[in-house]
């Protein structure tokens, strides 16, 4: 299949390591961010989300860290898998339209059993 | 498989021809989105329907796409005239709502497998 992955940064880990993925965002007032994977191939798939009000939302395996002050924003895996090998956006959706999505630059994660 | 389907997968074409891509979202889902990615990018936003209304539009729909929902459903995107610019995948993503956040209601977005459009 198609790689999503061309020029992007790249962040290579081994099993079972723990790996952090971050995002720079650009509005201070989005209310909601996402993390999506995308393999080769595929259309994004949800990770886990967290809204403006909180800086901390765990979900399985993964954390996802928001820092309004510096807007930035960080996906943690735990024990990273070779299954976790993809591309990962983050998202932002601003306090304005529709729900729509402003996607960030993405970043390969690549595991090495 | 998330439940948003997309046809065709992949579509090969030579410039100035038109193309017409077709989604089906979750059967549920009110709102569809359609969104480009090209390689080593992130999708970027074309056009939004809340049932069969389109509400929003990207400057990146130019006069040569068109999308529609006749009928709340499935939806078809149109691009006529291609250009080698043109040249993307193509993603479909369907939500329903899931909560808000601050005064913004959220609707969790579900995406397709994507086309993939080649222009020659």
């Known amino acids: 299949g198609e790689s999503v992955g061309l020029h992007l940064p790249t962040l290579s880990v081994q099993e079972g390591d723990n790996s952090i993925i971050n995002c720079a965002y650009s509005n201070s007032a989005s209310d909601y961010f996402i993390w999506y994977k995308q393999e080769s191939g595929k259309g994004p798939q949800f990770i886990i989300d967290i809204r403006s009000n909180m800086d901390k939302r765990q979900g399985q395996r993964v954390t996802v860290l928001l820092n309004k002050t510096v807007k930035h924003l960080s996906l943690q895996i735990a024990a990273t898998q070779p299954g976790d090998s993809a591309v990962y956006f983050c998202a932002e959706i601003p306090s304005s339209g529709y729900s729509t999505l402003t996607f960030g630059k993405g970043t390969m994660l690549l595991v090495s059993p | 498989d998330t439940g948003v389907s997309q046809d065709p997968r992949h579509k090969i074409t030579k410039r100035g021809q038109n193309v017409t891509f077709r989604c089906d979202p979750i059967s549920e889902h009110n709102r569809l989105y359609w969104y480009r990615q090209t390689l080593g990018q992130g999708p970027e936003f074309l056009t939004y329907f809340q049932n069969e209304a389109q509400l929003e539009k990207s400057r990146l729909l130019s006069d040569r796409f068109s999308a529609e929902r006749p009928k709340g459903s499935f939806s078809t995107l149109e691009i006529q005239r291609t250009e080698q610019g043109d040249s993307a995948m193509y993603l479909c993503?369907?939500?329903?709502?899931?909560?808000?956040?601050?005064?913004?209601?959220?609707?969790?977005?579900?995406f397709g497998p994507g086309t993939r459009l080649t222009v020659t």
């Open positions: 993503a369907s939500s329903g709502y899931t909560g808000t956040a601050g005064l913004q209601p959220i609707y969790e977005q579900y």
